[in-house]
């Protein structure tokens, strides 16, 4: 492979990544179709070519869609029927989806057709990755889909571009799909029998909000373990809660991980050591960290493994199989896969803002603090120091309580009850990335709360958690009297989320599992 090709992401419907997701969604890193996903591709549609001629009467090919499936249509009226799909099925509402998740729809589109058993021609799948590489993206409302039968207004918000129709952003304007094509130098496709189809009836929008989601929530839970470290370090916690001992008699792997974390960040900590507090247990915000950490760490886990799976599966309908010639309707569009591991997302990023909220509550309050002053301020009073960011923090966890209720248990029947039980997976995805986004910054909010705790109690911390505490340090000074505290939130928010915290750790410690 050349220097240009190893800096592709190459599609065979088979080998994606949510790394590879995060690349082409964020950096922009340019994809392209193997030769294998290729012949994939020519293959399937050779077997659609055989049954429009044969006049076979296949579902969605020959025959309408939903409870219209009854309804057959001639060989004459199969392109009208798959433009006429996505022109009605573009209903979405709201606000557009942000630039990320509509390239990850587009690369997880592609990627599924790639598999070769949805029967969408190559040139398909060349323009809508043409698309992606030169930044035609489709405006694409982010309500509207009940997650089966997939992602059907999202993706046929996506579709719209392809045929020339819609909106798009291009070049950071907002304009006509049309317009955006023909100033891209893409022509627009004009959909043949089963194309239509092909492309919305999928996972796509759900899994690329809730892919991107789980990439952010993995880099919290290692970030997690710092700031309970800090905060440990800050409160002169008590470590032997973390012994390996512990742990090993409950071997959970995240709770084993969290807590050998937890031992490497406060490894040297003269704080901790040279602590005369007599105490013999801490609250259970410090002492239960690694098995709340350590919770989430495995839900984590299992988002991991159902993302993976889904990234590299044929979720449209009906499924081509052209090694024995079969064409079968079945219902790999229901989203309930990653509706019910979207929702456990949600969850599991909640917990970790939910104990990262009480650590911060008892560094600002004295009755719980060991020592540390009201609201870490000196001079209370006149100064109301930290106070009002346990607030802020303490709204976002309540925010995520709510946002938390799983939408998977909910369903409403759709299309004459042809769709008579939904995943509501989209909606799952679209919560779990805001509960995302408000641990981020509940965690920001702790780190900037902790080290001005570590300064005020003096002494030297652990390698690790000193890491930290000199990585928020080099963003934020420490605040001697009250200033304007939204500018200093904002800078170790950012910290959070571009990993530069994380990178100080490493190089201290090495990497954070």
């Known amino acids: 492979m050349d220097k240009h090709a190893a800096r592709e992401v190459i599609l065979d419907g088979d080998s994606l990544t949510i790394q590879d997701v995060v690349a082409v969604a964020r950096q922009h890193k340019p994809v392209a179709v193997s030769p294998a996903g290729l012949a994939k591709l020519e293959r399937a549609r050779a077997m659609v070519d055989r049954f429009i001629a044969e006049d076979k009467v296949v579902y969605g090919l020959t025959t309408g869609f939903g409870k219209f499936s009854t309804v057959t249509i001639s060989k004459e ?19 557009p989806f942000p630039e990320e998740i509509v390239r990850a729809m587009m690369l997880l589109r592609a990627n ?9 021609r190559p040139v398909v799948v060349a323009t809508l990755l ?3 590489n030169k930044g035609v993206h489709p405006v694409i409302p982010e309500k509207g889909s009940l997650g089966a039968s997939g ?8 579709v719209l571009v392809l045929i020339g129709k819609g909106e798009a952003f291009y070049n950071g304007e907002r304009m006509p799909g049309a317009a955006a094509m023909t100033k891209a130098g893409i022509p627009a496709v004009k959909l043949k029998a089963k194309e239509g189809l092909a492309l919305i009836n999928g996972t796509q929008a759900m899994t690329a909000v809730g892919a991107l989601a789980y990439h952010d929530a993995v880099g ?13 370090e800050a409160l002169e916690g008590i ?4 012994d390996p001992q512990v742990h090993a008699v409950r071997p959970h792997p995240g709770q084993i991980q969290a807590a050998a974390n937890l031992r490497r960040l406060l490894a040297g900590s003269e704080i901790i050591g040279g602590a005369t507090h007599g105490r013999v247990q801490d609250a259970y915000a410090l002492r239960c960290t690694p098995q709340v950490h350590g919770a989430s760490r495995d839900a984590l886990e299992y988002v991991r493994r159902a993302v993976e799976t889904e990234i590299n599966s044929v979720t449209d309908n009906p499924i081509l199989f052209p090694e024995t010639g079969e064409v079968i309707s079945g219902g790999n569009f229901h ?15 909640a917990e970790l803002a939910n104990i990262s909220e009480r650590r911060t509550e008892r560094l600002v309050n004295p009755a719980l603090s060991n020592g540390l002053p009201a609201f870490l301020c000196q001079n209370g009073g006149l100064n109301s120091g930290f106070m009002i960011c346990q607030y802020s923090a303490a709204s976002l966890v309540s925010e995520n309580k709510v946002l938390a209720h799983p939408a998977s248990v909910d369903s409403i029947p759709s299309s004459a009850n042809q769709e008579d039980h939904v995943s509501m997976g989209t909606i799952a995805a679209r919560k779990a990335r805001s509960i995302v986004e408000n641990a981020a910054n509940v965690l920001a909010i702790e780190l900037l709360c902790a080290a001005q705790g570590i300064d005020l109690r003096g002494g030297k911390p652990g390698r690790g ?3 930290g505490y000199r990585a928020v340090r080099k963003a934020v000074s420490f605040m001697e009297r009250d200033r304007e505290i939204w500018p200093d939130m904002r800078a170790v928010e950012k910290l959070v989320r571009n990993g530069g915290i994380l990178q100080e750790v490493a190089a201290a410690i090495g990497e954070i599992d």
């Open 335 to 349: 989203g309930q896969p990653m509706a019910l591991a979207f929702d456990f997302l949600g969850i599991a990023a």
């Open 220 to 232: 919290l839970a290692k970030l997690a373990d710092v700031a309970a470290a800090m905060s440990v």
């Open 239 to 242: 470590t032997p809660a973390f």
């Open 130 to 132: 043409e698309m992606l």
């Open 77 to 95: 009226q199969t392109e009208e029927l798959q433009e006429n799909l996505i022109i009605s099925h573009a209903v979405g509402v709201g606000e």
């Open 112 to 120: 599924a057709l790639t598999k070769g058993h949805s029967g969408a």
């Open 151 to 158: 992602d059907l207004a999202p993706l046929s918000h996506m």
């Open 465 to 467: 958690s000193g890491a």
